[in-house]
């Protein structure tokens, strides 16, 4: 048994509809996290490197995977997939979007290449001193999955001070924030763009953004799984 089947999914859909993120704990182990923080100066694992101030980003620096994949990151996205398609179907329903995703992952990323996004988004983020993300949403094109995952490689308190996740929400009553507390190896399926809120007068959209504030000091090492790929 994988540590996907032990999550609670039916806890993990209920949160993500009622706050649009939801943690699953301990989804990698410490050893995990620590080869996938290591290999972040393997360039040959990597097909671009960004330094987030040159583009208006925050601070920091983040590079996206080449394909293939790393064996454990090529899993886990495929693993993750078929478990939160069904939420996105769902709410591709409730906001009244005419999209449904594939049961298969692949079958998905088949989709994406043939309408030119053929380029891998997952990717391993690192920050220093100071260095912030600002908030953004990781769309990269016209196919989009509505949710994605974080996975925190490093030790809060331990690696790093600060560099806290932020989800922040704009609806028809203002915004709101929220700072959201990791520990290495916890995962955060979150909203990639919006989400369904239910409201007097049916389903209405609310976007969603996210972002890292300032680290005090030390290092933080985060992966990103996003499930459509970038033209």
């Excluded at 594939?102 to 220093?128: E, K, M, N, W």
């Excluded at 990269?140 to 949710?147: A, R």
Aim: glycine content about 10%; hydrophobic content about 40%.
């Amino acid at each position: 048994m994988s540590k996907l089947d032990t999550l609670d999914w039916s806890r993990i859909a209920a949160d993500l509809d009622a706050r649009g993120h939801a943690v699953a704990a301990g989804l990698l182990t410490p050893a995990q996290c620590e080869a996938l923080a290591a290999g972040y100066d393997d360039e040959h694992r990597y097909r671009s490197r960004i330094i987030m101030s040159r583009h208006g980003f925050g601070r920091g620096e983040y590079k996206y995977f080449a394909y293939p994949l790393p064996r454990l990151l090529h899993n886990l996205r495929t693993a993750l997939y078929p478990r939160l398609a069904p939420i996105a179907n769902r709410w591709n329903r409730q906001m009244g979007i005419a999209v449904d995703y594939p049961a298969a992952h692949a079958d998905f990323l088949a989709r994406c290449h043939h309408a030119g996004q053929r380029r891998p988004t997952p990717l391993i983020l690192r920050y220093g001193p100071g260095d912030y993300n600002c908030l953004h949403q990781d769309l990269y094109g016209e196919h989009v999955f509505p949710l994605q995952v974080a996975v925190l490689l490093s030790r809060p308190g331990l690696d790093f001070t600060g560099g806290e996740f932020v989800m922040t929400e704009t609806d028809s009553g203002g915004q709101r924030a929220e700072v959201l507390p990791l520990r290495q190896g916890d995962a955060l399926v979150f909203t990639v763009n919006q989400r369904p809120v239910a409201g007097a007068r049916g389903w209405r959209r609310v976007a969603m953004r996210h972002g890292v504030s300032a680290l005090r000091d030390g290092r933080r090492h985060t992966l990103g799984v996003i499930f459509h790929d970038a033209t």
